[in-house]
């Protein structure tokens, strides 16, 4: 290394830009770094790539970031106002799509997934100088693979983007609006074209790491929604597409539904492209402390009291089997106990998290069960370990059993379901594991309609939903892994039936609004329709 100060500058540069409206790609800080005369060399590598993958850890559990995105805006979890404490505000918008051009999960979203673009165009810009390092192709289309992710999550949420693909630009240069046809068209190229130089490995050099099959993965993502995002459906492109990931086995279902979810997860078989982090190195998970109640510091033996926001929605956990696992595996509820073994007391009571909540606009502190899927360790100070299983083996095996039951093979979708199932009632009832086709072409079990102080005041039901038997075990298997937004978009659901206090909205909610903050920057930007 010629200049000692280099990756501090690239770091520091990274953070800069957190701060700034992320279609402002005017970038200062590498001026600098050249005006100073510095060479970067190969040694300098890991240092130049590292920002472009850390920005994926912000864009998951950064605050209103793509957990909460997709969690907080589904018939899953809320975060009401809590009674004595506080919360709601604009997690009571996101809840009932009420939300405008303000509204900050849209904003936040924006600028973390465009904070990785840029991380990425840094990164390319920066080894596009350096001579002579061996595999610079390869190098260079890990990052563009690793880009087209972050345009894919784009597409997903605000469909009419800029795709911007240089580091450098002219003074006042503004992007351009894409159509979201166009942003399609981006992510599938840049990943067909990455897809020969990337490693086919499955090992400790490619964890955390694009590789072929992560972007298959994003491939069979892009497929799976075609129809929402271009209004053709491709159900035999991705099925083609996790059958290679299927084939290869380098993948397989982990024993414990609960091993994916740990503390020490590195190890497991199912994940096929991992988001790491380290409680002391590379922390940012805050969940445990969003979610669980104070009292809940004792069980946990945490370093600081939890922040008693998010709960599930009743009518969700009403769905469960209660010999699923994943339902003790997933959600913390009854009474509750120090860790050594003593009852919580609270006012005189013994604590307990119920299954009910009274409203949105107000809801008592131990109202509704949370989310504990990630496991909690013994001094938990808001930082978490638990490496996110972005894109995992199960997944895989999901989209095919969709993609085959969309396209008229409903007992070969059965057959994958049952085997994901089986690890889930192996323990309890072996025999429920087994679902047949018709159950899952069949309606939904969730009880959709109004709810208020336990009692659903206008029912819907799920029964009219096609294919709402697969669409209840996505949501046991992936609940808190940030899908059920996207799936219920899939399926129909987001804009047309109502859960606890929420109605539908305009179908147009489907799309995330443009932030106002970033269209005050850039002219060429409309609003998605339906917005103001």
Known sequence: MKNQNIVYKILISGLLFLGTGCTNLDETVYDKITAEGTVLTEEDLTSIIAPAYTSFRGIFWNWDGLHDLYEESSDCLVTPQRNGIGWGDYYITMHQHTWGSTLPHAEGNWSYMYTGVNSVNRAIYQIEQIEGIANKDKVIQELKALRAIYYYLLLDNFR??????????????????????????????????????????????????????????????????????????????????VNEIIASGKFSLASNYADNFKIKNEGSPEEIL??????????????????????????????????????????????????????????????????????IMVDGKQFEYINFMTSVNGCEPN??????????????????????????????????????????????????????????????????????????????????????????????????????????????????EAHRKQDLIRFGVFTKKSWFSHTPNGDFRSILPIPQSVRDTNSNLKQNPGYN
């Open 367 to 480: 109202e509704g069960y949370r989310l504990v899927k990630y496991e909690i360790g013994t001094g938990d100070i808001g930082q978490t370990s638990n490496d996110v299983p972005f894109y995992r083996y199960t997944d895989a095996l999901m989209i095919k059993a969709e993609c085959l039951l969309r396209t008229g093979d409903a007992e070969g979708a059965a057959a994958i379901v049952s085997q994901i199932r089986q690890r889930d009632f192996k323990n309890t009832n072996p025999g429920k594991a087994t679902v047949s086709g018709t159950k899952l072409t069949g309606g939904s079990v969730y009880k959709y309609g109004t709810y208020a102080s336990g009692v659903i005041t206008k029912l819907e039901g799920g029964a009219d939903i096609q294919y709402g038997g697969f669409l209840d075990e996505l949501a046991w298997e992936f609940i808190g």
């Open 160 to 241: 009419n983007v800029p795709i911007v693909t240089s580091f450098i630009n002219p003074p006042g240069y503004l992007p351009v609006q894409n159509t979201g046809k166009e942003v399609y068209d981006f992510v599938e190229s840049e990943l067909k074209t990455a897809l020969p130089f990337l490693s086919d490995e499955n090992n400790t050099e490619t964890y955390g790491k694009v590789t072929k099959w992560a972007v298959k993965m994003t491939l069979a993502k892009l497929y799976l929604n075609a129809q929402v995002y271009i209004g053709t459906p491709k159900w035999n492109e991705a099925l083609a597409e």
């Open 274 to 343: 991992s988001i790491p982090f380290d409680q002391v190195k590379t922390g940012g998970s805050y969940w445990p402390f969003k979610s669980l109640a104070a009292p809940s510091q004792a069980t946990f033996e945490m370093s600081g009291g939890p922040w008693n926001g998010t709960g599930a929605i009743p009518q969700f956990i009403d769905t469960y089997d209660p010999d699923d696992q994943r339902l003790k595996d997933c959600w913390l509820g009854g009474k509750q106990y120090t860790s050594k073994g003593e009852s």
